[in-house]
DNA sequence: TTCACCCGATCGATCGATCGGTAGAGTCGC
DNA sequence: GCGACTCTACCGATCGATCGATCGGGTGAA
């Protein structure tokens, strides 16, 4: 494998790595995991050797074992902090009707993706690079989300509130546009996390066919 | 690296190689580029080695570089191949006015992701693998079709037929939930690539604010 | 005989992971 | 106060396996 950068426009457009807040990761554990979360949205997890992850936060290889059992390790934390923050970002966005609810909900995802972007195409993108046992967490977490949705749409349909023939298309293209972001949302841009959610979720809005 | 297969779920769903019909992968170079679009689509590119490239198209892994003269020249060939269909597919949709231009625009774009996932998810997914001098080709075709959509939009918003502040995030959103496509759509489903091409443009003018 | 195609054997490099052992801070008996 | 002990954190050296890639040679049709 090559030690030149690879093209950075293909994978992710920021770099600055960024964590919930009530995220603690303190001593050589927190360096690692900071350090692996950038080489890991940037090459991804085969992509990134130890011996790179243990430069980048200046220790020697072997140390990397007195804190992860395996490389695989570190990846299946990285993406259960992720899916955990982000569901827990989802379920905490409430609305009186289908329509408010699924303009909190949109602006949650939305706000997660752009506010964590690298936290979260680590978690969406190399989640398929964990065995099926490490896997299956985020994606129950994943499942319950993608069901909430469902369910916020479904429940606008039968209100007669939303105009759609199914919530099924609906769900993949709300939940689609929102993941999207962290791929392409950097700092320095004219739109703040906060104004890209309120868009997203007015698109959101329109899309299902509410009145605004 | 372990043997067993890693979380399905967690990548694509679809499974079977299909390829835009006029492009014709006869002989060897053929077999490795269609056995190669499934490795690198299930496991990415750093996650499959030669020897399981050379398996899978019951070859010895000396005989790849019959055919190609690296690993990454393989990913060159399907990052092209997706890139200049995708392409053509976008350039090929036309109308009379910036809403029938826009229809047209997102039904190629989504046709383009359910008809040919496997194809899709490599062009998207692995470009980061290549080196920036083989990505740039796929770069500049992907900003041609970014340009496209936003010229589409500033159009209608000039026209007053579009309902939206500026076209950057409306771009991003709608490019970015037709590219998600190609991560779940699988056979089987209940709706055809077409019909699935033809509720989200319907979607993608509602987001825009147009007058259905 | 030529030529396109393919393969067994093997290269040096790098992979993830393991080992014995060191440095330093804290703790104990005395 | 002081040596002996323990514990945590770390590291140099190295393991067997696998990586991408190379080379000389074999095989069959024209």
């Not at 093209?7 to 995220?23: K, N, Y």
């Not at 009707?97 to 680590?122: C, E």
């Not at 993608?146 to 293209?173: K, S, Y």
Request: net charge negative.
């Amino acid at each position: 494998m090559t030690n030149d950068r690879s093209a950075a426009e293909g994978r992710i457009a920021a770099s600055e790595v960024r964590l919930p807040p009530h995220v603690l990761l303190e001593g050589t554990s927190g360096r690692i995991l900071r350090a692996a979360l950038l080489l890991f949205a940037e090459r991804g997890f085969h992509g990134t050797s130890i011996r790179e992850l243990a430069l980048a936060c200046e220790i020697r290889s072997a140390t990397l074992y007195a804190h992860f059992p395996t490389k695989e390790h570190i990846l299946a934390e990285l993406v259960r902090i992720g899916h955990e923050a982000h569901h827990a970002q989802l379920m905490a966005a409430h609305g009186p009707d289908p329509v408010s609810h699924l303009r909190a909900v949109v602006r949650a995802h939305v706000l997660s993706h752009a506010s964590y972007p690298l936290l979260a195409v680590v978690a969406n993108n190399e989640l398929h690079a964990l065995s099926p046992d490490m896997a299956s967490q985020a994606l129950l977490l994943r499942a319950d989300g993608r069901q909430l949705l469902t369910d916020i749409l479904n429940r606008g349909i039968a209100a007669g509130v939303f105009d759609l023939d199914d919530a099924f298309l609906a769900v993949t293209a709300i939940s689609g546009m929102g993941m999207r972001v962290a791929s392409w949302y950097e700092d320095g841009l004219p739109y703040s996390p906060e104004e890209i959610a309120d868009t997203y979720a007015t698109y959101a809005l329109r899309l299902a066919g509410a009145d605004l």
